[in-house]
Nanobody, 126 residues
Framework: QVQLVESGGGLVQPGGSLRLSCAAS????????IGWFRQAPGKEREGVSC????????YYANSVKGRFTISKDNAKNTVYLQMNDLKPWDTAVYYCAAGTPTVQAMEQLRDEYKYWGQGTQVTVSS
């Protein structure tokens, strides 16, 4: 059973930065892709970014390209989402997920993941 725990959320002013962490159990990162998703109140969940398990290829939603960076540290079993220049519309609950999506699913940031964390709230407001 894969367990994922997100942390690092909080309240930040527009233009500020946060770094989210997704701590995974065992050697999850060796075998599973990790995706970050978010869901704002009244909206559908959307893919933000993901990273492949083998060569670390990364994918981003257009809305966060150039502002967010996904990375992983296999030794620490942790995936990070560095979020810079945050906008009010980035406000959402952010979830990390582990699974074996196809390359196409990763490119399209589809939520085809088996394991999910509990989420961490990110609020961007002045």
């Amino acid at each position: 059973q894969v367990q994922l725990v997100e942390s690092g959320g909080g309240l930040v002013q527009p233009g500020g930065s946060l770094r989210l962490s997704c701590a995974a159990s065992g050697r999850t990162l060796d075998y599973y892709a990790i995706g970050w998703f978010r869901q704002a109140p009244g909206k559908e969940r959307e893919g933000v970014s993901c990273i492949s398990p083998d060569d670390g290829t990364t994918y981003y939603a257009n809305s966060v390209k150039g502002r967010f960076t996904i990375s992983k540290d296999n030794a620490k079993n942790t995936v990070y989402l560095q979020m810079n220049d945050l906008k009010p519309w980035d406000t959402a609950v952010y979830y990390c997920a582990a699974g074996t999506p196809t390359v196409q699913a990763m490119e399209q940031l589809r939520d085809e993941y088996k394991y999910w964390g509990q989420g961490t709230q990110v609020t961007v407001s002045s």
